[in-house]
């Protein structure tokens, strides 16, 4: 079976990338600040999960960063994972990070 091509829409108003799969919402939530896009959280949720979404809409939000000019900053824990296996992003954990890699939020 051929996977077609997942639909990422991107709501500025909410600030959020989002998907829809089998009926559930997955989507990661930034906030745009001092130069940089922080991804605050990633949502997929279990039912739809395993499937490559949280990091084709993780990539779809660090794309849309580096368009506008902005750094790819991660507060999520997935974000920030994502970050550091994709090097060529030139991204870091933001200020929020915790130390202990839990989500300070």
Request: include cysteine; hydrophobic fraction near 35%.
């Given at each position: ?10 709501d ?16 990661v ?6 130069g ?9 949720p ?44 030139h ?6 990070w ?5 989500c300070?939020?």
């Amino acid at each position: 079976m051929t996977r077609t091509a997942m639909e990422i829409s991107h709501d500025r108003d909410r600030h959020r990338f989002t998907t829809t799969e089998d009926g559930h919402m997955a989507y990661v939530s930034y906030n745009i600040a001092g130069g940089g896009l922080d991804i605050r959280h990633t949502i997929v949720p279990e039912e739809i999960g395993g499937r490559g979404i949280a990091s084709a809409l993780v990539k779809a939000a660090f794309d849309y960063a580096r368009n506008e000019g902005l750094s790819c900053l991660a507060t999520c824990r997935y974000a920030a994972v994502w970050l550091e296996r994709h090097p060529e992003y030139h991204g870091s954990k933001s200020d929020d990070w915790c130390t202990d890699g839990s989500c300070a939020l």
